[in-house]
């Protein structure tokens, strides 16, 4: 098969879908790699690199959208652009796409894909069992995005992580709040912790209180919600009456601590409102808040996505696409978890996807000219209301002919 390689356009957009390293066992399998020329730059990967590792270097996009088979992408092909040359409209008709995709924020994308019989897989829709974790990339990227949170923190925050005793004074550690302890969650208590800080954490999640502690943090008690998760492991939206509650325990935590790294999410909805304008109030200033959920409209009340806002003191970061942040690192563990679900998919040498397979099922969205994805296609085709049945007409009374 030929796959196709670009370098992604998305502003700020670093990573790449395929280092040079992870080519060979594709050449291995007589697949041709065709690669955009700088598709790796912003990655510090060289086109050297691919063509040494057996990879097909072309100077234009153009040209990979022409001859490949299947497209290897992080950002889901942007739809917007001069007619006929967006990403998406060079997507070539029966092909298939391995990527990001977003299809609920993208709804142009998937029309797309549909008319041009694009067989669509997204990476964030691999189904979250043991089997597929290799293929997991919301918790590759998640993973990097809590350590990179914490490092945020520390270059907005006036004071070390460390407890320190020197000669010149003593200095207390720093105490980080980290809110929703998922993949991000834990990798943000791990790496404060590294460093030396005083680290607390709250997940409604009734598993999550022994991972927390297990990384030398205190959970934050509070009454549990009594049904907070969903079959797969995730979050479920929290009621009003619990996020109220939730919100009076972090109050009571804010004036205490110097880092909060929000990472509370459930999955397809707005992030819970867990810091609101008056709760900032009670911190000290110099406080840092990094909100990882600013894109999904933020745990914190006046987190501005891709923006610092200070509000009395307190520096709000609205964290977007952090992954981008440490490309070299990113690329590597994103093209393990595409080259790992390509495997699934087309299983030695196969053509066409297997769809015995729960995993090819659950990352495919679009197929044959149509959304394949159940959850999908309830979210942007929802089904008409049923017409309201016409009252049937009252039957003609027939007039009981006259007894003579
Ligand atoms: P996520 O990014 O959707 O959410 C982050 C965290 O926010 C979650 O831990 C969630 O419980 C928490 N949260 C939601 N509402 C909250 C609230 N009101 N207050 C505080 N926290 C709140 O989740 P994620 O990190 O991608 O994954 C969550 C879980 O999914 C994992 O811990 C695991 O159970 C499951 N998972 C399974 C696999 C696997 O088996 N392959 C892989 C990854 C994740």
Same mark, same amino acid.
């Given at each position: 098969?030929?796959?196709?390689?670009?370098?992604?356009?998305?502003?700020?957009?670093?990573?790449?879908?395929?280092?040079?390293?992870?080519?060979?066992?594709?050449?291995?399998?007589?697949?041709?790699?065709?690669?955009?020329?700088?598709?790796? %730059?912003?990655?510090?990967?060289?086109?050297?690199?691919?063509?040494?590792?057996?990879?097909?270097?072309?100077?234009?996009?153009?040209?990979?959208?022409?001859?490949?088979?299947?497209?290897?992408?992080?950002?889901?092909?942007?739809?917007?652009?001069?007619?006929?040359? %967006?990403?998406?409209?060079?997507?070539?008709?029966?092909?298939?796409?391995?990527?990001?995709?977003?299809?609920?924020?993208?709804?142009?994308?998937?029309?797309?894909?549909?008319?041009?019989?694009?067989?669509?897989?997204?990476?964030?829709?691999?189904?979250?069992?043991?089997?597929?974790?290799?293929?997991?990339?919301?918790?590759?990227?998640?993973?990097?995005?809590?350590?990179?949170?914490?490092?945020?923190?520390?270059?907005?925050?006036?004071?070390?992580?460390?407890?320190?005793?020197?000669?010149?004074?003593?200095?207390?550690?720093?105490?980080?709040?980290?809110?929703?302890?998922?993949? +991000?969650?834990?990798? +943000?208590?791990?790496?404060?912790?590294?460093?030396?800080?005083?680290?607390?954490?709250?997940?409604?999640?009734?598993?999550?209180?022994?991972?927390?502690?297990?990384?030398?943090?205190?959970?934050?008690?509070?009454?549990?919600?009594?049904?907070?998760?969903?079959?797969?492991?995730?979050?479920?939206?929290?009621?009003?009456?619990?996020?109220?509650?939730?919100?009076?325990?972090?109050?009571?935590?804010?004036?205490?601590?110097?880092?909060?790294?929000?990472?509370?999410?459930?999955?397809?909805?707005?992030?819970?409102?867990?810091?609101?304008?008056?709760?900032?109030?009670?911190?000290?200033?110099?406080?840092?808040?990094?909100?990882?959920?600013?894109?999904?409209?933020?745990?914190?009340?006046?987190?501005?996505?891709?923006?610092?806002?200070?509000?009395?003191?307190?520096?709000?970061?609205? +964290?977007?696409?952090?992954?981008?942040?440490?490309?070299?690192? +990113?690329?590597?563990?994103?093209?393990?978890?595409?080259?790992?679900?390509?495997?699934?998919?087309?299983?030695?040498?196969?053509?066409?996807?297997?769809?015995?397979?729960?995993?090819?099922?659950?990352?495919?969205?679009?197929?044959?000219?149509?959304?394949?994805?159940?959850?999908?296609?309830?979210?942007?085709?929802?089904?008409?209301?049923?017409?309201?049945?016409?009252?049937?007409?009252?039957?003609?009374?027939?007039?009981?002919?006259?007894?003579?």
């Amino acid at each position: 098969m030929k796959i196709g390689i670009l370098k992604e356009t998305r502003p700020g957009e670093t990573r790449v879908a395929l280092i040079p390293a992870l080519l060979p066992p594709l050449v291995r399998e007589k697949h041709d790699v065709i690669i955009e020329a700088g598709a790796g %730059s912003a990655s510090g990967l060289a086109d050297e690199l691919y063509a040494k590792a057996g990879a097909r270097v072309v100077k234009t996009a153009v040209a990979v959208y022409k001859e490949a088979d299947i497209i290897f992408k992080v950002q889901p092909p942007a739809t917007t652009g001069a007619r006929g040359k %967006s990403e998406a409209d060079q997507l070539r008709e029966g092909t298939t796409y391995i990527g990001y995709m977003a299809p609920l924020a993208n709804p142009d994308l998937v029309k797309v894909l549909e008319r041009k019989k694009i067989t669509g897989f997204a990476m964030e829709y691999v189904p979250r069992i043991t089997r597929a974790q290799s293929m997991d990339a919301l918790s590759s990227m998640a993973t990097i995005a809590g350590y990179k949170a914490v490092l945020l923190a520390t270059q907005h925050l006036g004071k070390m992580f460390p407890l320190l005793m020197t000669a010149a004074g003593t200095i207390p550690p720093a105490t980080v709040l980290i809110l929703g302890a998922g993949v +991000a969650g834990l990798q +943000a208590i791990a790496t404060a912790k590294r460093l030396g800080a005083k680290v607390e954490a709250f997940d409604p999640r009734p598993a999550v209180k022994d991972q927390v502690k297990s990384l030398g943090a205190t959970f934050v008690e509070m009454e549990m919600p009594a049904d907070a998760e969903t079959k797969g492991g995730y979050a479920k939206e929290m009621s009003a009456e619990f996020l109220r509650k939730e919100q009076e325990a972090i109050a009571a935590r804010l004036p205490k601590v110097d880092v909060v790294i929000c990472t509370a999410q459930v999955f397809g909805k707005r992030a819970p409102l867990l810091i609101t304008k008056a709760m900032l109030g009670a911190m000290r200033p110099g406080t840092v808040i990094v909100d990882l959920a600013a894109e999904q409209g933020g745990n914190c009340e006046l987190t501005r996505a891709g923006e610092t806002v200070r509000h009395q003191g307190v520096a709000i970061v609205g +964290a977007v696409n952090l992954p981008a942040t440490i490309p070299s690192d +990113a690329s590597l563990m994103y093209s393990k978890n595409i080259t790992n679900l390509f495997a699934t998919l087309f299983p030695k040498g196969a053509t066409t996807p297997n769809f015995e397979d729960e995993v090819t099922v659950g990352a495919c969205i679009t197929r044959d000219g149509a959304i394949a994805n159940e959850g999908v296609r309830a979210a942007l085709r929802p089904a008409k209301p049923a017409k309201t049945a016409r009252p049937a007409k009252a039957p003609k009374t027939v007039k009981a002919p006259k007894k003579k």
